[in-house]
T-cell receptor
Framework: DSGVTQTPKHLITATGQRVTLRCSPR?????VYWYQQSLDQGLQFLIQ???????AKGNILERFSAQQFPDLHSELNLSSLELGDSALYFC?????????????FGPGTRLTVL | AQKVTQAQTEISVVEKEDVTLDCVYE???????LFWYKQPPSGELVFLIR??????QNEISGRYSWNFQKSTSSFNFTITASQVVDSAVYFC???????????????FGKGTKLTVNP
């Protein structure tokens, strides 16, 4: 158990809909990262938050957005869903003081868009 | 730009064989981190090891060992006496160091699917 929790574990929805994925980082970690794993693109970085502020952006679509709340949990919002958004979405956390960072991953949310 | 190449897409071995998973990386940074993660059939990503660019010592952990060579930009992973439970997809990843010395986004290779047959 990495200590990172993600809900829900599975999500099935229809095209055009909007969903929210939730992540709670390990206790004490300040950084949250979101990654998407799909068959064609592999594991790709989407976005990083550090202590509530956006730190870095990767290949995140404009239809996707994220935020990190004061209690450090994070949510990834996916809207106007398309079939191609079906993927496994991982959250990772890191950021213990001292900077010797390892990103620990949650169990992932499997999104299926029908 | 950073890049990680895992040339072996799939490897199949028989239990108790040794197997080496190759990882070659590209980066312009002098300070970076290298990682290996395991993704078993259940789907989670399990951290195995982190190496920083200044530490070229090889590491052994039980049946697992890692060979880091900056001269060839490689960070290879060897499983000795493989077991069926080692069957998984293994990912090599690279990250730059941020201003505080922590790691930033991970750039992953495509992964190597290892199947260990009884």
């Amino acid at each position: 158990d990495s200590g990172v929790t993600q809900t829900p574990k599975h999500l099935i929805t229809a095209t055009g809909q909007r969903v929210t994925l939730r992540c709670s980082p390990r206790s004490g970690d300040l950084s949250v990262y979101w990654y998407q794993q799909s068959l064609d693109q592999g594991l790709q970085f989407l976005i990083q938050y550090y202590n509530g502020e956006e730190r870095a952006k990767g290949n995140i679509l404009e239809r996707f957005s994220a935020q990190q709340f004061p209690d450090l949990h994070s949510e990834l919002n996916l809207s106007s869903l398309e079939l191609g958004d079906s993927a496994l979405y991982f959250c990772a956390s890191s950021g213990q003081a001292g900077g010797t960072d390892t990103q620990y991953f949650g169990p992932g949310t499997r999104l299926t868009v029908l | 730009a950073q890049k990680v190449t895992q040339a072996q897409t799939e490897i199949s071995v028989v239990e108790k064989e040794d197997v080496t998973l190759d990882c070659v990386y590209e980066t312009r940074d002098t300070t970076y981190y290298l990682f290996w993660y395991k993704q078993p059939p259940s789907g989670e990503l399990v951290f195995l090891i982190r190496r920083n660019s200044f530490d070229e010592q090889n590491e052994i952990s039980g049946r697992y060992s890692w060979n880091f060579q900056k001269s060839t930009s490689s960070f290879n992973f060897t499983i000795t006496a493989s077991q069926v439970v080692d069957s998984a997809v293994y990912f090599c990843a690279l990250s730059e160091a941020d201003r505080q010395g922590g790691s930033e986004k991970l750039v992953f290779g495509k992964g190597t699917k290892l199947t260990v047959n009884p």
